[in-house]
């Protein structure tokens, strides 16, 4: 089973950006902390990330043809993209939508998300393990899916 990981816009500056809100982790530790967590699942995952909508929008397209689901953190554009939304919808891969804060704690505008309508679910709040969290809910649902 192979998972592709895509992180938008300001997420390459993890661990310098805010830590406060976002930690000091790096990508490269997200990455990592992924890439482990895959291979206790028996899974495998790859990562991209893009501070670029219509990148964001090719990197589902393009990865939808190798990979059976995404986690997405898809950073600011979860409030605002409805390209993104339709990109997700248009591959029809499973996905779990994450976020390294509590969004639902935060500015008004980061309770409404464009993506989670189409999610499998949501996971936000646990810093870097809302992504391993993510993966391996989804890993599951997966796994569940196909034996069914
Ligand atoms: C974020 C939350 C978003 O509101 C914000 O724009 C981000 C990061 C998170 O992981 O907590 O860039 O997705």
Do not use: W
Not at 56 to 68: E, N, S, Y
Not at 100 to 113: K, P, T
Not at 114 to 125: D, H, Q, R
């Amino acid at each position: 089973m192979r998972i592709a990981a895509v992180h938008g816009p300001n997420l390459n500056l993890l661990g310098l950006r805010e830590p406060g809100v976002y930690g000091r982790q790096t990508l490269d530790d997200v990455n990592a902390a992924l890439a482990a967590a895959a291979a206790e699942l028996g899974a495998e995952v790859e990562c991209h990330q893009s501070n670029h909508e219509g990148a964001l929008v090719d990197i589902v397209q393009q990865a939808a043809a190798r990979v059976d689901g995404f986690v997405v953190n898809a950073g600011a554009y979860t409030h605002t993209s409805i390209a993104l939304r339709d990109a997700l919808a248009g591959v029809a891969r499973p996905y779990v939508e994450v976020h390294i804060s509590n969004v639902f704690a935060r500015e008004r505008f980061r309770h409404r998300s464009f993506l989670a309508g189409n999610a499998v679910g949501v996971v936000s709040g646990f810093g870097l393990h809302s992504y391993t969290l993510g993966l391996r809910a989804l890993v599951e649902h997966l796994r569940e899916k196909r034996s069914a």
